[in-house]
């Protein structure tokens, strides 16, 4: 079998930081993307908190393609035909360093998959890997295992070392094998490095681009020019399961999505798909306007990873580390929606220990025990530990239900001057709120918020 | 004077060439110009006179036999030379386009290949011809003294020759013989389709496993009454002829309607189907391209579409 | 001897978006045009036939910044080395300057005893190029070769044309276009489009080939370039075969186009 220093398998931004970084390195590395070209079909709804990785690869984002520097953000919870935003505009999101960019994916994994090429790195588009190798000659096929097959009597952590993939025809060898196959895990389950993730833990991620000239994306969100606003909808949006809208506006189009949790989704009996709750979305009063006269030029559908840090599956083990996604490491924090800064930094450090893993002749666990130790320092791992109780309190149905609903009568009440004599405000205010918001199951969700 | 000079080793081509040459040669205020060549050259000298040529150059010099294209190209240049050509007009078979680009070297000339429209726009002639592989239709004019086009057959239409054949010049040429010589030449077999000319177009693609599912094809295009009709890549497997072939490098259609079944739709395809009045389509993948131009579509499997339509065809 | 397999780097049409009727090309991916995987398979099968060769693919860039990431799919497929010409000057050029470019490469870079072209690049078909290069070398030119045998210094070709097959003959050094039925070109092996990366090319500009910006202009211009107009009715029959299909021809009958 022949042999390279190091396979990425998935050249998405977790795969392509890591390759870039072995790159510049001087090992010689192999990116194995599936799609026709890095970010083909990506599903990412399309922010990157650079905040948090700009000190990593510093020379890469002065020239990275952004879209928008996010300087607006907002939450709207809708709920019986009522929406109600908060929105909040501050100049310390936006300025000389943004702490976050919209992105188009196809735009940046290329720019990274250029990048990495100019370093010395191979990238390989439209090119599946079937299986990775592991010693001992088993091969764990994405084709013909399914459940049952190799890996899932083991468990995680049962196989020997990862010596390779093998795509097609090819079998190719590698000292270590960079996981960064996404959110599903097929590869990594197989081959007994990962559980599946389960329907629980995961979400069913669905967006358009729709595309509107800059102009007019600049008025209807009230943008300075490349400035760029991400706006959240929650409530009736996603009939009361689990999960939300998101829109981001790029820069001559807006990104706007929806995740619904999988498992809630699957379980209803309307056979509802994802794309209707997005076209609800799209038609309703509220959001119509936003939209208006754009067309959509791509969609697609994806899995999202809920799980949080109880679901990160083992890190690293012999001749191989995950990353991104692949990893579980993405967090939905309701507010905050986070994963690609989780991907390029974790990506980072793989590389980092890869290459002192390489130099020092050990690409065993031992010798690749850098990485885990360095996403554990680093904002990954703290910040998902941090938000270790966010999936648990996600499965709240109230969040999604009664908030939305008593937040959006609230305020309608308090705007509300109706036929006959009107409440003082502070009696219709305090009394939505008690009515609401003091209950004993408000307070108990009040305990439990107190924990993200 | 300068002239419009007009060739092609297809006497039809020729003729339509000629024949909308004349129009044209009419409204720029220039002669109009055509060279016959090779051993048939005086015969065809009196038809193309009789379409519109003022002058036609004759030549049958030896080393034009069998047309070499690098002796034709020779033969051209000095002949465009002689008769002052502003406009060479070419027919866009393989051979005539083989021929343009080196035509257009030894002229100096801008060279538009495919042309499928002509007019004059602001005293001079542009072509339109597909670009981006399909995908778009471009107008082009080209701006060196002389001006090559190379038009595909049946562009222009022919109409009824005239008495009084133009003026028949015999110039002098110099030419050396080809060196690349000719080993054989065995015409095409297979029946002659006119695809662009049937009302109703079974059209068959990749989704077609094997050669001898294709009968299943010609089941379904002889209960439809249609003419069958296929991609470039089952021609490119022999699995079909290439005069079946539609789109860029096949036949244009206008039919009624074009049923597609198996076909993804790729453009360099559809712009032989732009121009069907109905198009429907049958195949497996729902994303595929070909659904974008349809205006009827079935999204499944053809082994079991194919047979239920001609069960339902039956009723009919 | 040495086989020169001309190139052309194509953005991928299939990705190709119509906005309005204006086409979208900003961002597209490139990569090797199809019929020219064609000729560098047909160069590689005159080697495994036993012709001892070198084995270049030489591409003209209209600006291409991606361009030599793109050839490394031409030298995974088949190149020993590839020749590179990018200058921005080259960005809104045409066949001639095409051909003058691809012509003043080969001499600069070695000659070549066969020059092989797809019959046209995928996305212009203008099937120019391959015969202006052969006039501007001043060799004898052999288009729409179905399949090519070199022996005795002479390539032998059989030609798939409009109504007939040839077959011809011409002396070595000779220009050949191919059309796509003369091979299935293999798919290249990962470790192939590995060494890709290692192998030699040389990037040049119109000025290291003597020729000046001014041989770049185009001699045409592009007056307007729109998608055709496309109104259609994207009626999706749904159901099971029998049914779908009933629906479909019932729908046809009502168009008129069926049964009359």
Redesign the interface.
């Known amino acids: 079998m022949e042999k390279v220093d190091v396979i990425v398998v998935g050249g998405g931004l977790a795969g392509l930081s890591a390759a870039y970084g072995l790159a510049q390195a001087g090992l010689e590395v192999m990116v194995l993307e599936r799609g026709d070209y890095p970010g083909a079909k990506n599903v990412t709804g399309g922010r990157l908190y650079t905040s948090v990785v700009r000190d990593l690869y510093p020379e890469l984002w002065e020239g990275a393609p952004f879209e928008r520097a996010v300087t607006r953000e907002a939450i709207s919870m809708l709920a019986d035909g009522r929406m109600a935003t908060f929105e909040i505009a501050a100049e310390e999101f936006g300025g000389r360093r943004p702490q976050s960019f919209t992105v188009v994916r196809a735009k940046l994994d290329q720019y990274l998959a250029e990048r990495t090429g100019e370093a010395g790195g191979m990238v390989i588009p439209k090119m599946k890997v079937d299986a990775l190798l592991t010693e001992g000659g088993s091969e764990a096929s994405g084709a013909g295992g399914g459940p049952g097959a190799s890996g899932a009597d083991g468990g995680p952590g049962a196989s020997g070392r990862v010596i390779g993939i093998r795509a097609g025809e090819d079998e190719i060898g590698a000292d270590v094998v960079v996981v960064a196959e996404g959110v599903l895990g097929l590869l990594s389950s197989e081959a007994g490095l990962r559980e599946r993730p389960a329907a629980a833990d995961t979400a069913l991620g669905y967006k358009e681009v729709i595309e509107l000239p800059a102009s007019v994306i600049e008025d209807r969100w009230h943008l300075n020019p490349g400035e760029g606003a991400a706006q959240l909808f929650m409530g009736s949006v996603t009939k009361g399961m689990m999960g939300g809208a998101f829109l981001y506006t790029n820069r001559e189009s807006i990104s706007l999505g929806i995740v619904v949790g999988m498992e809630q989704l699957r379980s209803r009996p309307d056979e509802l798909e994802s794309w209707q709750l997005l076209d609800e979305l799209k038609t309703s009063p509220a959001v119509a306007p936003l939209i208006k006269g754009g067309e959509v030029i791509e969609y697609s559908a994806h899995a999202v990873a809920e799980g949080g840090i109880a679901k990160v599956p083992r890190l690293l083990g012999d001749g191989y580390v995950m990353v991104g996604d692949a990893a579980g490491l993405s967090l939905n924090a309701l507010i905050t929606v986070r994963g690609m800064d989780f991907a390029i930094a974790s990506g980072y450090h793989a590389a980092q220990a890869i290459a002192a893993a390489k130099a020092a002749g050990d690409t065993s666990a031992a010798g690749l025990a850098g990485y885990e130790r360095a996403l554990r320092e680093s904002f990954v791992l703290k910040d998902l530990q941090t938000a270790a109780k966010v999936p648990a309190l996600l499965e709240n149905q109230r969040l999604f239900t009664h908030y939305p609903e008593a937040v959006t009568k609230l305020m309608a009440d308090i705007f509300t001057i109706g036929p006959g004599p009107t409440e003082k405000l502070s009696k219709t205010g305090f009394g939505g709120v008690r009515r609401s918001f003091l209950n004993l199951a408000t307070a108990k969700d009040a305990l439990s918020f107190r924990k993200i | 004077m300068a002239d419009i000079l007009v060739y092609s080793d297809k006497p039809q081509v020729a003729r339509e060439l000629a024949f909308k040459g004349r129009e044209f040669a009419a409204e720029l205020g220039l002669g109009l110009s055509a060279a016959a060549l090779g051993p048939e050259s005086a015969a065809a000298a009196a038809d193309l006179g009789g379409h519109g040529a003022d002058r036609v150059f004759v030549s049958d010099d030896a080393a034009l036999e069998g047309l070499p294209?690098?002796v034709v190209?020779e033969a051209l240049a000095q002949i465009a030379q002689e008769a002052g050509a502003e406009y060479v007009l070419l027919g866009s078979?393989?051979?005539g386009?083989?021929?343009?680009?080196?035509l257009?070297?030894?002229l100096g000339?801008?060279?538009?290949?495919?042309v499928n429209a002509m007019a004059v726009?602001d005293g001079a002639l542009?072509g339109w011809r597909?670009?981006?592989?399909g995908?778009?239709?471009?107008?082009?004019?080209?701006?060196?003294p002389v001006k090559l086009f190379a038009v595909m057959p049946k562009t222009f239409e022919v109409g009824a020759p005239q008495a009084g054949a133009g003026e028949v010049v015999t110039p002098a040429l110099s030419l050396s013989p080809?060196?690349?010589?000719?080993?054989?030449?065995?015409?095409?077999e297979g029946e002659s389709v006119d695809l662009a000319a049937a009302p109703?177009i079974l059209g068959v693609g990749r989704g077609f496993a094997k050669r001898e599912d294709l009968d299943l094809g010609r089941e379904l295009a002889a209960a439809?009454g249609a003419e069958l009709a296929c991609t470039?890549?089952l021609?490119?497997f022999?699995w079909l002829p290439?005069d079946r072939i539609v789109g860029?490098?096949g036949a244009k259609t206008k039919p009624?309607?074009y049923?597609s079944v198996g076909v993804s739709g790729?453009?360099?395809h559809t712009?032989g189907i732009?121009q069907a009045?109905?198009?429907?389509a049958?195949n497996t993948d729902?994303e595929a391209?070909i659904?974008?131009?349809?205006?009827?579509?079935?999204?499944?499997?053809l082994y079991?579409?194919v047979?239920?339509?001609m069960?339902?065809?039956k009723s009919? | 001897m040495r086989i020169v397999v001309c190139v052309k780097t194509n953005y991928d049409l299939q990705m190709v978006r119509v906005k309005g009727r204006e086409p979208v090309l900003e961002a597209l991916p490139y990569k090797v045009g199809d019929l020219e995987k064609n000729a560098l398979e047909a160069a590689l099968q005159l080697r495994e036939g036993g012709l001892e060769c070198t084995i270049v693919a030489l591409t003209v860039a209209e600006a291409n910044a991606k361009v030599k990431e793109t050839m490394k799919e031409a030298l995974a497929l088949a190149a020993d080395e590839a020749v590179v010409v990018n200058d921005p000057a080259l960005a809104a050029t045409d066949q001639a300057a095409l051909a003058a470019a691809i012509a003043k490469a080969i001499e600069h870079t070695g000659g070549a005893d066969l020059v092989l072209f797809g019959e046209g690049s995928t996305d212009n078909y203008s099937g120019l190029v391959g015969s202006r290069v052969a006039e501007l070398l001043g060799l004898p030119q052999i288009g729409y070769a179905r399949s090519i045998a070199v022996a005795d210094g002479a390539v032998t070709v059989e030609r798939s044309m409009d109504d007939m097959i040839e077959t011809l003959q011409a002396p070595l050094p000779a220009a050949v276009t191919v059309v796509s039925e003369i091979n299935e070109p293999r798919v290249a092996t990962l470790m192939n489009i590995m060494k890709a990366g290692k192998k030699p090319l040389t990037e040049l500009s119109l000025a290291d080939l003597g020729l000046d910006a001014g041989a770049a202009a185009p001699q045409k211009a592009v007056l307007s370039n729109l998608a055709e107009e496309q109104d259609r009715k994207h009626i999706i029959i749904e159901g099971d075969a029998a049914t779908a299909a009933a629906g479909l021809v019932d729908a046809l009958v009502k168009e008129g186009v069926l049964g009359r």
């Open positions: 294209t690098d190209a078979t393989r051979r386009k083989e021929l343009a680009g080196r257009a070297q030894k000339a801008g060279a538009v290949t495919d726009k542009v597909y670009a981006l592989g995908a778009t239709v471009a107008e082009e004019r080209i701006d060196t080809s060196r690349v010589t000719v080993g054989g030449r065995t015409p095409r109703l439809l470039k890549s021609a490119d022999e290439e860029l490098s009624d309607l049923l790729q453009v360099q712009v732009s009045k109905i198009i429907a049958v729902k391209p659904f974008q131009l349809a205006d009827y579509g079935i999204v499944g499997d079991q579409v047979p239920a339509l069960e339902k065809l009919l």
